[in-house]
């Protein structure tokens, strides 16, 4: 099913019509669309909109990856199935390999999302994860990485993430930047930086940063950097939801 332009929630549906189709093309898990529906509960509660505290954090993510020596950006079913050429994108702008990294990994899924990125542009050597020689400290398939990926990032974009990876990467000394609408998860406070914003806003406002800061100082990214307080943010991200629902 289309929805009609016409309809209140248009772009909401379209949203979903991608996740459907994701799980239809062997991209996007059975959860995924689970986690989907968590994601939309609290994009509602935000007004779905950047808020300024989210343009904020966009904003220091940006300048920490654009300071990084070797930063990665993680993609998983649902982030490929939404914003596939502009991951690409943002990845030559900053300079960032690409690497996939799934929770619910099958072989077959990992070889779909690398031939869909393909299809958006992206050449074999962009992309990593069909054969990851590393690991980290974690029971479950997210172990499984590239040595010259994740495993050797400095700062590591991870997009809808489960709090275990995040917990493990920053205890491996890494800086993480998280994309999750739920202000509230385990994820959101262990990130180095949270951006709590749907990817479908955040990663196209990220790229648009990047094109204007690329090329700023390394002293002045770092200091955009050091100013930003993620536990003030997840407040501020709190404190907006709030004032939306009570004018
Ligand atoms: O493709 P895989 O196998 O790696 O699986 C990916 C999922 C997302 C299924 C897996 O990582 C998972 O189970 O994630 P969780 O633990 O359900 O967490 C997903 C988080 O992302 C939740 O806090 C959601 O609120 C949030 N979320 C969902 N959709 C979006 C989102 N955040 C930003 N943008 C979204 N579109």
Not at 25 to 53: K, M, P, V
Not at 130 to 135: F, G, H, K, N, T
Request: charged share 25%; proline share 4%.
């Amino acid at each position: 099913m289309t929805a009609p332009m016409s309809h209140p929630r248009y772009q909401s549906l379209q949203i979903r019509e991608r996740l459907v189709a994701g799980v239809e093309a062997g991209i996007t898990s059975q959860e995924g669309l689970i986690a989907h529906g968590r994601g939309e509960a609290f994009d509602y509660l935000l007004g779905e909109r950047t808020t300024d505290s989210a343009m904020n954090a966009t904003r220091a993510s940006v300048a920490m990856l654009l300071a990084a020596e070797c930063p990665v950006l993680s993609v998983n079913g649902n982030v490929a199935a939404l914003v596939p050429g502009e991951i690409i994108e943002m990845s030559r702008i900053i300079g960032a390999q690409i690497e996939i990294n799934l929770f619910y990994r099958t072989e077959k899924r990992v070889r779909a999302i690398a031939a869909h990125l393909r299809s958006h542009g992206a050449s074999a050597s962009e992309i990593l994860g069909e054969q990851p020689d590393a690991s980290l400290p974690l029971d479950h398939a997210r172990s499984r990485v590239c040595k010259d990926g994740i495993h050797a990032a400095d700062v590591v974009l991870v997009p809808l993430e489960d709090g275990d990876r995040c917990q493990a990467l920053v205890g491996m000394g890494k800086s993480v930047i998280a994309i999750d609408l739920n202000p509230l998860s385990r994820t959101a406070e262990t990130a180095t930086i949270t951006i709590v914003d749907n990817v479908v806003r955040a990663i196209p406002n990220m790229i648009r940063l990047a094109r204007q800061m690329d090329g700023l100082p390394e002293d002045r990214l770092i200091d955009i950097v050091m100013r930003h307080d993620n536990r003030k943010a997840l407040k501020d991200a709190i404190r907006e939801i709030v004032s939306q629902w009570s004018t």
